[in-house]
């Protein structure tokens, strides 16, 4: 719409200027009585060699376009009202029209990889990698809503010298009808116990050195019991990404990548970058510490496997970008590891990105590993699933399929919770105020579409009848909804998917205004607009909710 204007404008102003130019000097009012659009035109007077006040003069005498209603002067601002007849006529059949695919960018714009989640085998699963987790899949999302092919991959911490600890531990002390009935709790168990022991008794990390040493070798045991652990854990991890809905496309960790360290280590020697540091091989860059690569005992480190990893997917895949979402803490890590691929002379370093998020705070303070103390993610969602139902049975009692709802309702508003907020601040976190009915809440959200859907349930949309201007309230709808497909490519290019769960709780808020003053049906002309109104915003509330990775259910 804006392109439309802008190309008018520039007509007005006798192609002086482009409309593309025009377009990126058009702002939208503080105040909606103000106008839906102005132009500003200061910027303009120099260039053509007149006085803003001329200028929006002569725009207001030539403008022609059948989408603006009136044209307002103040200072040196053309504001301009939208003809609302005309534009929710073409916003709503456009919406009718295309359904969940409006504000879909249709093209073949290539792969995009997702690093994300990525929790560490044999260690629960902690509140930052439910960050990586939500964010990564809304940013896959909405890759996908914006033409690219998304491909996620689960980095699993799957390799380490933690790995012979743990071989270790379950010799000593590990008993596998425990393990395998609660595993992760039973292998962090001993994992701890190997630490307080190897106090005591430093022979426990000789050990552990060549239990991984083994395991490095392919020692058939040692790699026995690592596929048993990995196994288990993964199958732990699987269940949370089947409730919270997400999958990937591979489970691809950091051992995947142990035989394909060697030739970008190779390489890093042939082009001169390897030097010998403090019984290490590292690369050194400018303006942070070196990236160590390899140890002298020949140990390769996180980063090495992240190098190997990152050619790896350039190759496979031939992204156009690859994105690590990962917490801020490891933030000098990725400044590492790109500029390394940097100085090897890879153009396509450019193309990684870090998508780092803050920390998630309870009452002000850190959540994770105080004494050992871990807030683990099932309990989390056990319990947001468990305040919603008391919700249900207090508002709701009759609700049918409660257990579902519930479980769509308590897992949405801890994603919603996190999503809700720019991914770079820490965030807090009460499960009783994120399950709210009011407020900036997942289940605002989901209880608004549920509002349209007993209304709809009612009645038909009549495809082709004529749509009316429903006033101001109305309009305040309209307007957002044209928004849509504008905020879904932003969200994507800026890496921030809280636009659009600040998206739809503005268009949710706009909507419970309109209808709190408003009966949508009432057998009269503008009864269908109404209905059409009430259609699209499910549509685009349900949409929105999807990018975030939410569900929507119909009745709660
Ligand atoms: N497993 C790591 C952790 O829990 C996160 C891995 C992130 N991805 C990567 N390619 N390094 O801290």
Not at 327 to 353: C, I
Not at 516 to 540: E, F, G, P, Y
Request: glycine content about 6%; overall charge negative; hydrophobic content about 45%.
């Amino acid at each position: 719409m804006n392109e439309q204007i802008a190309t008018s404008l520039a007509m007005a102003l006798n192609h002086q200027l482009t409309g593309t130019e025009i377009e990126l000097l058009l702002e939208k009012p503080k105040h909606v009585a103000v106008g839906d659009v102005a132009l500003p035109c200061f910027q303009l007077a120099k260039k053509l060699g007149k006085s803003p006040q001329t200028i929006a003069a002569d725009i207001k005498k030539n403008l022609q376009c059948d989408m603006i209603q009136s044209v307002d002067i103040v200072g040196g601002y053309v504001n301009l009202f939208f003809n609302q007849a005309i534009i929710t006529q073409q916003v709503l059949t456009k919406i009718v029209q295309e359904q969940q695919l409006y504000g879909t960018h249709v093209a073949n714009k290539g792969n995009v990889v997702f690093d994300f989640s990525s929790p560490n085998i044999a260690k629960p699963f902690s509140m930052g990698h439910l960050r990586s987790t939500v964010i990564g899949n809304a940013l896959a999302n909405l890759a996908e809503k914006n033409g690219y092919h998304a491909i996620r991959i689960n980095h699993l911490g799957d390799w380490g010298t933690q790995f012979g600890k743990l071989i270790v531990a379950y010799k000593r002390w590990g008993q596998q009808q425990t393990i395998a009935a609660a595993p992760i709790e039973e292998l962090l168990k001993i994992y701890v116990k190997f630490h307080e022991e190897a106090e005591q008794d430093a022979t426990l990390i000789e050990e552990a050195r060549a239990a991984f040493k083994a395991l490095e070798d392919k020692d058939e045991e040692a790699l026995a019991l690592w596929q048993w652990f990995r196994e288990v854990s993964l199958t732990e991890f699987k269940a949370l990404y089947q409730l919270l809905g997400i999958h990937f496309d591979t489970y691809d960790g950091e051992a995947f990548y142990n035989d394909k360290m060697q030739t970008v280590v190779d390489e890093l020697q042939d082009k001169g970058l390897l030097t010998l540091s403090d019984g290490a091989y590292v690369v050194e860059l400018e303006n942070m510490p070196p990236c160590i690569i390899k140890k002298t005992d020949g140990a390769t480190l996180y980063a090495t496997r992240d190098l190997a990893a990152a050619f790896y997917r350039i190759k496979h895949y031939q992204p156009e970008k690859i994105f690590y979402v990962v917490g801020h803490e490891q933030s000098l890590h990725f400044q590492q590891l790109f500029h390394v691929v940097e100085k090897m002379g890879y153009d396509w370093a450019q193309n990684l990105r870090h998508v780092a998020f803050g920390m998630m705070l309870k009452d002000g303070k850190k959540m994770s590993t105080r004494k050992g103390k871990i807030v683990l993610l099932d309990d989390v969602l056990t319990e947001a699933i468990e305040t919603a139902k008391q919700n249900i049975e207090s508002k709701n009692p009759h609700l049918q399929n409660k257990e579902e709802v519930a479980k769509q309702v308590g897992v949405g508003a801890v994603i919603f919770n996190d999503l809700k907020n720019d991914r770079l601040h820490n965030i807090d976190f009460s499960i009783e105020q994120m399950l709210q009915f009011e407020g900036e809440t997942g289940p605002y959200i989901q209880y608004t579409f549920a509002r349209t859907q007993s209304i709809l349930a009612k009645v038909n949309v009549q495809v082709d009848e004529t749509l009316l201007p429903l006033g101001d309230q109305a309009w305040q709808v309209i307007i957002l909804l044209e928004q849509f497909p504008r905020v879904v490519s932003s969200a994507y290019e800026q890496a921030d998917p809280s636009l659009v769960a600040k998206f739809a709780l503005q268009l949710a808020r706009n909507f419970n205004k309109y209808y709190a003053n408003n009966k949508i049906l009432v057998n009269d002309a503008m009864q269908n607009s109404r209905i059409t109104l009430c259609h699209c915003v499910a549509i685009v509330l349900k949409e929105s909710l999807a990018l975030l990775g939410m569900s929507a259910p119909a009745n709660m």
